[in-house]
């Protein structure tokens, strides 16, 4: 019988035996093992450096939970506070058992059993996210709320791999160095609930208008549903959102068994009752202005900060009530007052900031009207025309447009000065054709208008759309003998005592020769002083310009008088008619109830020129200034003037007939010209100048009771 052949395998190394299938898999669990002890050891090391490397817990009782920021006004008033707000903090004993229950069930069911990263919730997180896959949802549901106060303490908000393994390190070490009731005390104290609230106290405070001390089962269930979207569940956000969310919150707590199924039915999340907001005022409107240039000034973005600006709560106020005082009922308002730096000292986007947050001063684009016509007599001025050239009032057609004055005549020779105070319609168009329109369009961008401007020959009546604050600007340089003024808001910011930055003023930016900046500031007094803009005097000398847009949509006035400059729009929203809205009566009254406030306390500064009247003897009929002296923007959707009788009335009604004529007894001469303008009665009526005499538009008009200031064009 034959021998049986010993196996080739047969004494051979355990690791040896088998297929070569069975080697590889037996070797990859080998290597399996060996890497997972490796990483278990290097977890553990890393786990207990970081616990190693933890503040204390009262460290983290008082480490920062985000940037706040508070700004003050010019006088050292805080005007808001911006960023985080914390309550008392509220140790784990006086946590009300329901609060505790409440963010447990929702936020992490297994926390007291799991060691601050729980398995099952990696187990789900990975399962949503093979379900989810390639759609660019985020994992859910895989941070416990130990990683929750890790994030929140020591990381960031950003969302990647490296970020969830240092957030899983600090979570196990804060397991390792506190106990559970110290982890759940932490989150509770500095979780974000929205609203800017942070720790269960503010959010109590700021939702229910009380200590959390004393929060109940169903403002518990409100507060722990915030956690998930702080701003989309938030109750002043969305209240029925959040009613549904507490519904969750209080089923989930059923679930758990943290509460039962009939104290969940018994508990209703609207009966809840809200704290009322707080009102926000006009300040709000220069704030959201101001703040954001932060972020081109500074790069601090951890430390609290505090932010020092120009607003004067005094003209703040002056400028709120004479918003809401002069525009008509059915039309916004906005005004923006600079410092002869620049330095913006009242601004007010809307007549109430809670019921619209549109800030019109800043962000509105509307047309100028007749307010343009600064640019043109700029660069006539700039060109080589001086106040007192005569130019003719004669009818033009420019590439097939014709600009008509609203009382219907032309009056003939007439000197720049006297067509500008009436705002007369031809002129500015000869000018601009005659300096060139991109000429003109090129100065308003040199004057700071950052919108776009059309070269067609109507722009000289203002049909481009500008911003308040932009026109308001351009003046500003003017009354500044030609420097630019750039508005600012922000003076200067300290972060910890610290000043991190400072406001510089520059000056050495000459838009124009003193000189035209001289004359143009004569030709905008004068348009004060008779012309109109009467309504806007305040007793001193004052430098300004009306505007009227096409039916009565738009109204502005735009001046300066001792240092400030102050522009003024109405209308509304939808760019519909608004009965009676002319810049020379509702924006000249509200720059008039500002400005007179706003300047009380200031020194009166006269102008280099004094006011000199109009030539209104080179008129050539007497009643031809009675009519209304500026139709500027009465013109259709092409740029062209509508017919006299389709101009609108002051109460946005078209005419049936051409402007009655002055009374008899009422003569166009040099006493009436006294009365509109508050000048002295000549001794002898009979003897009248041939021209009128240089005046000091510092004194106050008396009433023209018979003939008050009309404007239906600026």
């Not at 299938?21 to 002890?37: D, P």
């Not at 616990?51 to 006004?73: T, W």
């Not at 519909?576 to 300047?599: H, N």
Request: aromatic share 8%; with cysteine; proline share 6%.
């Amino acid at each position: 019988m034959a021998s049986k052949k010993p196996s080739a395998s047969r004494g051979a190394p355990w690791w040896r035996r088998g297929s070569a299938w069975k080697r590889i898999g037996l070797w990859t669990l080998i290597s399996g093992f060996a890497v997972g002890v490796i990483a278990c050891i290097a977890l553990a090391i890393a786990v207990y450096s970081t616990k190693s490397s933890l503040p204390s817990y009262d460290e983290l009782k008082s480490s920062p939970n985000g940037q706040m920021i508070r700004v003050h006004a010019a006088d050292g008033t805080v005007l808001v506070s911006l960023g985080p707000s914390y309550g008392e903090w509220i140790k784990y004993d006086q946590i009300p058992k329901v609060m505790r229950d409440a963010i447990i069930a929702v936020e992490d069911r297994r926390f007291e059993s799991h060691w601050g990263v729980d398995p099952q919730g990696l187990a789900r997180a990975a399962r949503f996210a093979l379900v989810n896959r390639g759609n660019g949802r985020r994992l859910q549901g895989a941070s416990t709320i130990t990683q929750q106060v890790a994030r929140t303490i020591f990381l960031s908000n950003k969302y990647d791999v490296g970020r969830k393994a240092r957030e899983a390190v600090i979570a196990l070490a804060l397991e390792r160095k506190f106990d559970k009731q110290q982890i759940l005390e932490l989150y509770l104290n500095k979780v974000y609930f929205g609203g800017g609230a942070y720790g269960i106290d503010a959010a109590s405070r700021k939702f229910f208008g009380h200590p959390a001390t004393s929060l109940t089962l169903a403002e518990a269930a409100v507060i722990a549903g915030l956690v998930k979207a702080p701003s989309h569940y938030s109750p002043t956000a969305d209240a029925e959102a959040a009613v549904e969310r507490a519904s969750v919150v209080l089923d989930v707590m059923a679930e758990t068994g943290k509460i039962t199924a009939a104290e969940a039915r018994a508990t209703d999340p609207r009966s809840v009752s809200l704290a009322p907001e707080p009102k926000q005022n006009s300040v709000r409107y220069f704030t959201d202005w101001a703040l954001p240039q932060l972020e081109v000034l500074i790069d601090e973005t951890d430390a609290p900060l505090e932010v020092w600006t120009t607003l004067d709560l005094g003209m703040q106020r002056a400028a709120d009530e004479a918003i809401r005082r002069n525009a008509p009922g059915d039309a916004q308002g906005a005004l923006v007052s600079l410092d002869r730096d620049g330095a913006v000292r009242a601004m007010v986007g809307g007549k109430d900031y809670v019921s619209s947050i549109y800030n019109r001063s800043t962000q509105a684009v509307r047309q100028p009207g007749s307010a343009f016509k600064l640019f043109v007599y700029l660069a006539a001025l700039e060109a080589g025309h001086k106040p007192d050239d005569m130019v003719v009032d004669e009818p033009v057609t420019i590439n097939g447009w014709s600009p008509r004055n609203s009382s219907g005549r032309n009056s003939g020779q007439i000197t720049l000065r006297t067509a500008f105070a009436y705002s007369i319609n031809t002129i500015a168009a000869k000018l601009g054709q005659e300096v060139g329109f991109g000429t003109v369009a090129d100065m308003a961008k040199r004057f700071g208008i950052s919108t776009p401007i059309n070269t067609q020959p109507a722009m000289v009546l203002g049909t481009s759309n500008v911003r308040l604050i932009d026109m308001t600007r351009a003046f500003a340089s003017v009354s500044q003998k030609g420097v630019a003024v750039t508005p600012y808001g922000i003076t200067r910011v300290t972060a910890n005592g610290a000043v991190i930055y400072q406001h510089e003023v520059d000056t050495s930016h000459v838009l124009v020769a003193p000189y035209v900046a001289a004359a143009m500031t004569d030709l905008l007094q004068t348009a004060v002083a008779t012309g109109t803009g009467r309504a806007a005097q305040i007793g001193r000398p004052v430098a300004g310009k009306t505007g009227t847009t096409t039916s009565n949509k738009d109204g502005w006035f735009v001046g300066f008088s001792s240092g400030l400059t102050t522009g003024v729009w109405m209308g509304r929203d939808d760019a519909k008619v608004v009965p009676g809205l002319q810049g020379g009566t509702a924006p000249a009254r509200a720059f008039s109830a500002f400005m007179g406030k706003a300047v009380a306390n200031r020194p009166v500064e006269q102008f280099e020129t004094q006011v000199t009247l109009p030539e209104w003897q080179l008129e050539p009929e007497d009643n031809a200034y009675y009519a209304q002296p500026d139709n500027g923007m009465f013109v259709d959707q092409d740029g062209n003037p509508l017919p006299e009788d389709q101009q609108p009335r002051s109460d946005g009604t078209q005419q049936s007939q051409p402007a009655q004529p002055p009374q008899d007894d009422e003569r166009l001469d040099q006493d009436w010209i006294d009365r509109m303008t508050g000048g002295r009665t000549p001794a002898n009526p009979q003897q009248q100048p041939e021209r009128a005499p240089p005046r000091d538009n510092s004194r106050q008009p008396a009433p023209a009771d018979r003939f008050p200031p009309r404007d239906t064009g600026q």
